[in-house]
Nanobody, 120 residues
Framework: VQLQASGGGLVQPGGSLTLSCAASGFSFDDYAVGWFRQAPGKEGEGISCSNRDGQKYYIENMKGRFTIFRDSAKNMVYLQMSSLQPEDTAIYYC???????????????WGQGTQVTVSS
């Protein structure tokens, strides 16, 4: 069971990126999938979670800018990000759990994250 986040990069303030989360060894259809991030010198924080039943959850201050969605045919989960600002600079991770939770410690199979840098 392994996850791999990808799609990060350097983007200017106000720009957009879509991150991808790929799974090996299991189907995302069987799990809730969460996106998290950790900025340098800061604690990690949750961003969004997609439950197996289709329900989606977002951290309040990220609603409207970040969208989580799945492609079951490709066994991928995505995080579409817009209006990015320098404070969004972080390593972004995806992880799975049986259901969405407020607690990152409930999630597992953390893989390598992907770096997002927002800078002019």
């Amino acid at each position: 069971v392994q996850l791999q986040a990808s799609g990060g990069g350097l983007v200017q303030p106000g720009g957009s990126l879509t991150l991808s989360c790929a799974a090996s060894g299991f189907s995302f259809d069987d799990y809730a999938v969460g996106w998290f991030r950790q900025a340098p010198g800061k604690e990690g924080e949750g961003i969004s979670c997609s439950n197996r039943d289709g329900q989606k959850y977002y951290i309040e201050n990220m609603k409207g800018r970040f969208t989580i969605f799945r492609d079951s045919a490709k066994n991928m989960v995505y995080l579409q990000m817009s209006s990015l600002q320098p404070e969004d600079t972080a390593i972004y991770y995806c992880a799975i759990n049986n259901e969405c939770s407020h607690y990152s410690a409930d999630f597992g199979s953390w893989g390598q994250g992907t770096q997002v840098t927002v800078s002019s």
